[in-house]
């Protein structure tokens, strides 16, 4: 079993930063792939970053995110982040970490385990 607890969100301003975290607990957090994927109102839930399992492991984003936002991990402190730059109204969104994959993927029906979500709200 693994428990995942996201935070970090709030409401800024376009073009501002923030940084989320998502702390996990449970077995053997270095061996679970990682992500993040959003949720917007009314939207379908998206991609947004995954990780590999491997300290300064490969990478994805998604195209919409990238150049602005950069997913890392802390192996020794079994935390996710998530630094979010150059925020735009159109990342609003419920952001949820995610362990679990088999491989690093974008699907997020092949992760596991869940967050509750952190809300971040970017104002134009």
């Known amino acids: 079993q693994v428990q995942l607890v996201e935070s970090g969100g709030g409401l800024v301003q376009a073009g501002g930063s923030l940084r989320l975290s998502c702390a996990a607990s449970?077995?053997?957090?270095?061996?679970?792939?990682m992500a993040w994927f959003r949720q917007a109102p009314g939207k379908e839930r998206e991609f947004v970053a995954a990780?590999?399992?491997?300290?300064?492991?490969?990478?994805a984003y998604a195209d919409s995110v990238k150049g602005r936002f950069t997913i890392s991990r802390d192996n020794a402190k079994n935390t996710l982040y998530l630094q979010m730059n150059s925020l735009k109204p159109e990342d609003t969104a419920v952001y949820y970490c995610?362990?679990?994959?088999?491989?690093?993927?974008?699907?997020?029906?092949?992760?596991?385990?869940w967050g509750q979500g952190t809300r971040v709200t970017v104002s134009s």
């Open positions: 995610a362990a679990g994959a088999a491989s690093m993927s974008a699907y997020a029906r092949l992760y596991a385990y």
């Open positions: 449970g077995r053997a957090f270095s061996d679970y792939n």
């Open positions: 990780i590999s399992w491997r300290s300064g492991g490969n990478t």
